[in-house]
């Protein structure tokens, strides 16, 4: 039997019975209602004043307006919904764009068994669900024996309005090393907008790698205040940048990758797309292009549902356009 809400005139009812001193049990019984409904009545719907039935009546009301509504799953939003995840987006992510943008309103669990709904019938709408990847195993007593990075600058010295996000323009940088050591990507992430410039390298030589960043990042040279990279020899360049960019460099402690997090959950999104092993060799422009794009015209929950590209750029690609 489908649950009743109390009604106005049950309100009175308790109120009048509460007042003539009888107890909970007993009230629960005179009215018909089981003891849980009551309890919660009293505990949710009471004011300063204790429980007054008008009152009750208006929050439990109120509560109801403003509760969850189910939306029907229609070919439409199944469609929407295929669109979305075949581009990569999370069920958590589509639910979002949906309720921004369509005005949809789902729960990501029920995009979940959408997608497993559609394997069971033999499609491959689950082969583009975010991969987990292996937790990061902190590296204990380790030491670091790499060469040191002339003239460099710690993080420590670091202004500390970088911290709060609260401007465009501070960046973390990093590489991610192809499979066997063959090629490799320079990184970019900006703090604020997430929004991520991805390089490809066709060395890591640290001349190279500066050359790079400059030829990158200079059509953005505005929207570079600082920028806080990894302690490898490859950003041995960092004057380099620093001055074609008239930015500050900063580098964080060795080992201490959670200084640089945004970037490295970057890298981690980035991974989804190029699993370890690949050869960065027979990786195209085209192919880095597109990770890039998809990463910047995500929606990220972190950031009100709005992609990159909104933050940082003031552009917003329809997702869901034909």
Not at 126 to 150: A, E, M, N, S, T
Not at 151 to 165: G, Q
Not at 170 to 189: H, N, P, Q, S
Request: charged residues 30%.
């Amino acid at each position: 039997m489908s649950y009743i809400h109390l009604t106005e005139n049950e309100r009175y009812q308790i109120y009048s019975l509460k007042k003539a001193g009888l107890n909970q049990k007993e009230i629960a019984e005179h009215i018909g209602r089981s003891f849980s409904t009551l309890s919660r009545e009293l505990g949710r719907n009471k004011g300063f004043r204790g429980y007054r039935p008008k009152q009750a009546h208006k929050l439990a009301e109120e509560r109801k307006k403003k509760a969850y509504k189910a939306t029907k799953v229609t070919p439409r939003i199944l469609i929407c919904i295929e669109v979305l995840i075949r581009q990569e987006l999370s069920p958590q992510q589509v639910a979002d764009y949906l309720a921004k943008y369509a005005g949809v309103e789902l729960h990501h669990e029920t995009i979940y068994q959408i997608i497993y709904q559609d394997k069971a019938q033999g499609g491959d709408l689950y082969q583009h669900l975010r991969v987990v990847l292996k937790p990061y195993r902190k590296r204990y007593g380790r030491y670091d024996h790499r060469g040191k990075i002339k003239n460099r600058v710690c993080i420590e010295k670091r202004p500390l309005i970088v911290d709060e996000r609260s401007r465009i323009g501070d960046w973390e940088g990093d590489t991610v090393i192809g499979g066997g050591r063959k090629g490799a990507l320079l990184t970019l992430v900006e703090r604020k907008a997430l929004y991520t410039i991805i390089v490809r390298l066709n060395s890591k030589h640290a001349g190279d790698l500066a050359q790079a960043a400059v030829d990158a990042m200079t059509p953005l040279k505005d929207k570079v205040h600082t920028i806080t990279f990894d302690n490898g020899m490859e950003f041995s360049g960092h004057e380099t940048i620093a001055k074609e960019l008239n930015a500050e460099i900063y580098f964080a402690h060795p080992y201490s990758s959670w200084e640089r997090g945004i970037n490295e959950n970057t890298n981690g999104l980035i991974r989804e797309h190029f699993p370890k092993g690949t050869d960065f060799n027979q990786v195209t422009d085209d192919d880095v292009q597109r990770v890039m794009d998809r990463l910047n015209n995500s929606p990220r929950k972190t950031r009100g549902c709005q992609s990159p590209n909104e933050l940082f750029m003031a552009q917003r690609v329809d997702l869901l356009a034909a």
